[in-house]
C-alpha cells in the first residue's frame, strides 16, 4: 500500500538560511511520481516541485530542490535562502503511474523567523 | 495563467441537507478530482474522473458523494445528507495528461470550507 511520512510536525528557520524538510514514502510499484505542496494560511495548495521515480537528477525549481535518494525511498524537500513567506505548511505527495488519486502526508509547519 | 475556480468558497449547512459544491476545472484538462482536508489533518483522495465516469475512488467516497459534470466546464461534487463529520475544505484539482506534461502536476483549486452544523 502507498504511504507517505512526514516525521516533523514543525520546523523553524532562520531567514537567508536553508532548510530540508523530510519525506520517505512506501510502494511497491517501479513507476510514481513525487510531489512537494505548500499551504499557506490562506488554506490554497500550491505545487511546488515534482520527481519521477525513473528521473536520474533530483528535481529544482528556483529556490525548491528535492533530493530524491530511491534506495531509501526518501524524497527531501530543500528550500535554500529562506524568505519570511514560506512560512506555510508544505505537503510530500505521491502518484503512483497506474493510477488516479494522490496521497499526501500529514504535513510540516515551517516557520521563518526574521 | 489560467486557473481551477471553486464556488462557493465557504458553505453552512445542517446535518441531513444536501450541498453541491462546484468546480470549474482548467478548460484543457481531461482529468479531475476532488479531495477533502479536515481542519488540521491531512488532505485525502475522494475521487477522480475521466472521460465522464469515475476512474478511481477512496473508501471514503461512499453511497453519499457523486461527482459529475453536467456541462463542457463545471464538474460538481454532491453530498446527498451531510453529517457533521463532512465539514472540511474540499479541493478540486484538474490535470493535463498532455506528453509535454505526463500529467504531473494537479492543479487545485482554492477549496471550498464546508461546514455541517
Known amino acids: 500500500a502507498q504511504k507517505i511520512t512526514q516525521t516533523q510536525p514543525g520546523m523553524f528557520v532562520q531567514e537567508k538560511e536553508a532548510v530540508t524538510l523530510d519525506c520517505t514514502y512506501d510502494?511497491?510499484?517501479?513507476?510514481?511520481?513525487l510531489f512537494w505542496y505548500k499551504q499557506p494560511s490562506s488554506g490554497e495548495m500550491i505545487f511546488l516541485i515534482y520527481?519521477?521515480?525513473?528521473?536520474?537528477q533530483n528535481a529544482t525549481e528556483g529556490r525548491y530542490s528535492l533530493n530524491f535518494q530511491k534506495a531509501r525511498k526518501s524524497a527531501n524537500l530543500v528550500i535554500s535562502a529562506s524568505q519570511l513567506g514560506d512560512s506555510a505548511m508544505y505537503f510530500c505527495?505521491?502518484?503512483?503511474?497506474?493510477?488516479?488519486?494522490?496521497?499526501f502526508g500529514a504535513g510540516t509547519r515551517l516557520f521563518v523567523k526574521a | 495563467e489560467p486557473e481551477v475556480t471553486q464556488t462557493p468558497s465557504h458553505q453552512v449547512t445542517q446535518m441531513g441537507q444536501e450541498v453541491i459544491l462546484r468546480c470549474v476545472p482548467i478548460?484543457?484538462?481531461?482529468?479531475f478530482y476532488w479531495y477533502r482536508q479536515i481542519l488540521g489533518q491531512k488532505v485525502e483522495f475522494l475521487v477522480s474522473?475521466?472521460?465522464?465516469?469515475?476512474?478511481?475512488k477512496s473508501e471514503i467516497f461512499d453511497d453519499q458523494f457523486s461527482v459529475e459534470r453536467p456541462d463542457g466546464s463545471n464538474f460538481t461534487l454532491k453530498i446527498r445528507s451531510t453529517k457533521l463529520e463532512d465539514s472540511a475544505m474540499y479541493f478540486c484539482?484538474?490535470?493535463?495528461?498532455?506528453?509535454?506534461?505526463?500529467?504531473?502536476?494537479?492543479?487545485f483549486g482554492p477549496g471550498t470550507r464546508l461546514t455541517v452544523t
Open positions: 478548460s484543457n484538462h481531461l482529468y
Open positions: 484539482a484538474s490535470s493535463d495528461p498532455s506528453p509535454g506534461t505526463g500529467g504531473k502536476e494537479q492543479y
Open positions: 474522473f475521466y472521460n465522464n465516469e469515475i476512474s478511481e
Open positions: 520527481q519521477g521515480s525513473y528521473d536520474e
Open positions: 505527495a505521491m502518484r503512483e503511474a497506474r493510477g488516479f488519486k494522490t496521497i
Open positions: 510502494t511497491s510499484d517501479q513507476s510514481y511520481g
